[in-house]
Structures are given as structure tokens and as C-alpha cells.
């Protein structure tokens, strides 16, 4: 199984500022990575996939990067609605490899 | 625009069976584009992916739950659906389907049912 490690577990962070969350994988995922916002009470939402393709109807503030086993979320100037948790999740090899994500990071208001 | 929709007990006794249903609008299961997935997510923790199936009825588990788990489709009735056996209460999560891309990532997500495992 692929192991994904987020970090930081919790960033905190001012409206307007950049926001960098991180990504490991413990091998090689190719661009094979997609990442999730999730709301309280809400379902994951798509936001990236092939690690910097923006889904459809994402705002461009939020970026993706990265390949192999580093990747990272940007969030360019964070808005009231961006406060939430986010998750990465990789496809490599599927279905050899079992589909896994990261534990999450919160991104919370300072 | 896909939309699902879960379905099912919100209670399971141990040792029973977990039995839940998505139902697809907006598009067919049958489509080649896609296929359909179960993620759960225990209460305050991550995501888990359960396993996926394909309209031909091709599943694919993960092998941490796979000696538990059925994953099931109807065409018929646009539906695809999930058994998990031997409950126990660390499978109390909330459960949620979704669209898998062909490549596998999932989009969208039905809003999730919570199941909690109790006697």
C-alpha cells in the first residue's frame, strides 16, 4: 500500500494570505494525485487531479504541484470559504495498488 | 451533471451486516467514463477508500477490507451497492459513494449516510 503523509496536520492562517499545504508519498505516484476539500458536514469536493489540473469550477487561486512523492496544495490569497480541511489522494498503479489518502490538513482561521 | 445518492440503515448491530445503496441520476452506470466507488470515514478521522466496481461488474477492493466486502451494480435501476459483513463498531463511519474517473480520482460524491454499529 502506497502511505500518503500530509502536513501540517493544522495550518493557521490569515484571509488574504497564501496557504502551502504538503503532500508525501512513500513512492513513486507519478502525477497520479488529486486533491479534496472538505467542509463540515459536507462531502469531499473535488479540486485538483493529475496533480495540477484544476476540476472543474475551481477558483484559479488554487494551484497544484509536484510529482513522484512530493506534491503541494497552494492556495494564493485564502477566502472565507477556503477554511476547511484538504486531502490528497494518489491513483498510481490502480488496480494493483489500492486507491489511499493522505490524513488530511485543516486549514484554519489565525 | 451526475448527482448520487446513498441510501440505507443508519444502525447495525455487530456481527451483522452493512447494507447500503447509491443511486445515480444525471447520467447512466453504464457509462465507459466511469466507475463507481464507496469511501468511508470514521467520525473526526480521514478517508478511506472501500472499493470500486465497473458496470461490466468488475469489482476491485481494498485488501484491507476485501474478505468483507461486496460491491454490487444494477443497471436496471441505475443503482450500485455495498455489503460489509461482521461489523463491528470501528466500522461506524460515514459512508459515501461516488463517481470514480477512469482514472481514479472521485467526482462527484454523494452526501454521505452516517452508519453507526451498535447493539
Known amino acids: 500500500e502506497i502511505v500518503m503523509t500530509q502536513s501540517p496536520a493544522t495550518l493557521s492562517v490569515s484571509p488574504g494570505e497564501r496557504a502551502t499545504l504538503s503532500c508525501r508519498a512513500s513512492?513513486?505516484?507519478?502525477?497520479?494525485l488529486a486533491w479534496y476539500q472538505q467542509k463540515p458536514g459536507q462531502a469531499p469536493r473535488l479540486l485538483i487531479y493529475?496533480?495540477?489540473t484544476r476540476a472543474t469550477g475551481i477558483p484559479a487561486r488554487f494551484s497544484g504541484s509536484g510529482s513522484g512523492t512530493e506534491f503541494t496544495l497552494t492556495i494564493s490569497s485564502l477566502q472565507s470559504e477556503d477554511f476547511a480541511v484538504y486531502y490528497c489522494?494518489?491513483?498510481?498503479?490502480?488496480?494493483?495498488?489500492?486507491?489511499?489518502f493522505g490524513g488530511g490538513t485543516k486549514v484554519e482561521i489565525k | 451533471q451526475l448527482q448520487l445518492q446513498e441510501s440505507g440503515p443508519g444502525l447495525v448491530k455487530p456481527s451483522e451486516t452493512l447494507s447500503l445503496t447509491c443511486t445515480v441520476s444525471?447520467?447512466?452506470?453504464?457509462?465507459?467514463?466511469?466507475?463507481w466507488g464507496w469511501i468511508r470515514q470514521p467520525p473526526g478521522k480521514g478517508l478511506e477508500w472501500i472499493g470500486s466496481?465497473?458496470?461490466?461488474?468488475?469489482?476491485y477492493y481494498n485488501p484491507s477490507l476485501k474478505s468483507r466486502v461486496t460491491i454490487s451494480v444494477d443497471t436496471s435501476k441505475n443503482q450500485f451497492s455495498l455489503k460489509l459483513s461482521s461489523v463491528t463498531a470501528a466500522d461506524t463511519a460515514v459512508y459515501y459513494c461516488?463517481?470514480?474517473?477512469?482514472?481514479?480520482?472521485?467526482?462527484?460524491w454523494g452526501q454521505g449516510t452516517l452508519v453507526t454499529v451498535s447493539s
Open positions: 493529475g496533480a495540477s
Open positions: 489522494q494518489q491513483y498510481n498503479n490502480w488496480p494493483r495498488k489500492a486507491l489511499t
Open positions: 466496481i465497473y458496470y461490466s461488474g468488475s469489482t
Open positions: 444525471g447520467g447512466s452506470i453504464s457509462s465507459s467514463s466511469y466507475y
Open positions: 513512492q513513486s505516484v507519478s502525477s497520479n
Open positions: 461516488a463517481s470514480v474517473n477512469i482514472e481514479n480520482w472521485f467526482d462527484p
